[in-house]
């Protein structure tokens, strides 16, 4: 596990559906330090009770806009090869137990890394 810089008694694992080599190619892409685990199954999504959005969460008039002014930027949005829909979470376990979970509501609705690492050193503290 990657070990936090200011507290070895935590770490980061990213936890994916794909499979392990692009799994593995988003982890590089996104610079991830750690670990890596593939859950193609989604046997840990339903366990956290981590759903699928409805298509009008995922493709909002805020996401249009957003992919129409990358357009106009010459950025053309890569077609997507996953499941869209597909949400993820944010946990925080200590001893093998869930602590605190965020479920977003939709695929941008994520909790800033700051607001987790606070919630961390206050679960270890």
């Known amino acids: ?9 935590t770490g980061l694992i990213l936890v994916g559906f794909s499979p392990p080599q692009p799994l ?3 982890a590089r892409d996104l610079g991830w330090p750690g670990p890596i685990l593939t859950d193609q199954e989604r046997v840990l999504y339903r366990r956290l009770r981590v759903g699928r959005a409805p298509l009008w969460r995922v493709y909002s008039p ?15 949005p890569a077609r997507p090869v996953e499941d869209t829909r597909q949400l993820g979470a944010d946990a925080i376990m200590i ?8 479920r977003p509501r939709t695929p ?18």
């Open 1 to 9: 596990m990657h070990q936090a810089r200011d507290d070895p008694r």
């Open 108 to 125: 941008n609705d994520r909790p800033a890394a700051a607001e987790v690492i606070a919630a961390t050193r206050a679960w270890l503290s």
């Open 24 to 26: 593995a190619a988003i």
């Open 62 to 76: 805020g996401t249009l806009a957003a992919h129409a002014a990358e357009s106009l930027r010459g950025h053309r």
């Open 95 to 102: 001893d093998g137990i869930v602590r605190q979970l965020w």
